[in-house]
């Protein structure tokens, strides 16, 4: 059965090294209990629904995981471990959706991107299917919403610039009340795995053009 991973690591700051100093991770994964979803081609159960608590910042995940088509009992699944990492698994002839929305909960509550100018996704590894695509919005505390979509198409660090969602000058980073990530694969049975996504600023940016030294640096911390 082919896997796809997702760990889209904990909003919070870090500095693991010069490259990624100032970078804002957005979920480290770590739930517990352990989030497990699946859909399937039955009546009732081809979309699955789940509302998990990031341990380090209380923002709130929602997850959606939709089966679109397959044959017989293909499924497509999504497992959340509490080491840090999204496993989603679309069966051979089988396809799926995954969306992840974050948000604070309270009245008012809203998370600060100002100063970060790009999306970092560390893609460690896709199969021959054509990667992935995605779909980022952001929406701010007066209900503005920006966004862009993307494809991901071989291993490394993809950066997805906040430019390239096209924002207006009415549109706020410092008051961003949802971000949210919309995951489809290019094909049946795909295989892809991301180490980390997060958001990073301008100087962070280049360097990691420049080196790609982010996701070791990320893994490093994982091990610790």
Request: net charge negative.
């Amino acid at each position: 059965m082919n896997k796809i991973k997702v760990l889209f690591s904990a909003l919070s700051l870090f500095a693991a090294s010069s490259v990624s100093a100032g970078t804002l991770v957005l979920d480290s994964f770590n739930y517990n209990p352990e989030l497990n979803i699946e859909a399937t081609p039955d009546a009732g159960f081809q979309v699955a629904n789940a509302v998990v608590t990031s341990a380090e910042t209380g923002a709130l995940a929602s997850y959606e995981l939709t089966w679109l088509t397959g044959a017989g009992v293909d499924t497509a699944k999504g497992n959340v471990f509490g080491s840090g990492s999204l496993s989603y698994a679309e069966e051979p002839l089988s396809d799926g959706t995954l969306e992840i929305s974050y948000t604070l909960p309270g009245l008012g509550s809203s998370l600060d991107f100002s100063g970060y100018t790009d999306f970092y996704f560390d893609v460690v590894n896709i199969d021959g299917s054509g990667g992935f695509d995605v779909m980022l919005t952001l929406e701010d505390s007066d209900g503005t919403t920006i966004s862009a979509s993307y494809t991901v198409v071989s291993t490394g660090v993809f950066l997805a610039s906040f430019a390239s969602m096209s924002p207006g000058p009415d549109f706020d980073f410092s008051q961003v009340v949802s971000a949210t990530a919309f995951i489809d694969s290019d094909g049946l049975g795909d295989d892809f795995t991301l180490d980390s996504v997060g958001l990073v600023p301008e100087p962070s940016a280049l360097a990691i053009l420049g080196l790609g030294f982010i996701g070791l640096g990320l893994r490093r911390r994982k091990l610790v």
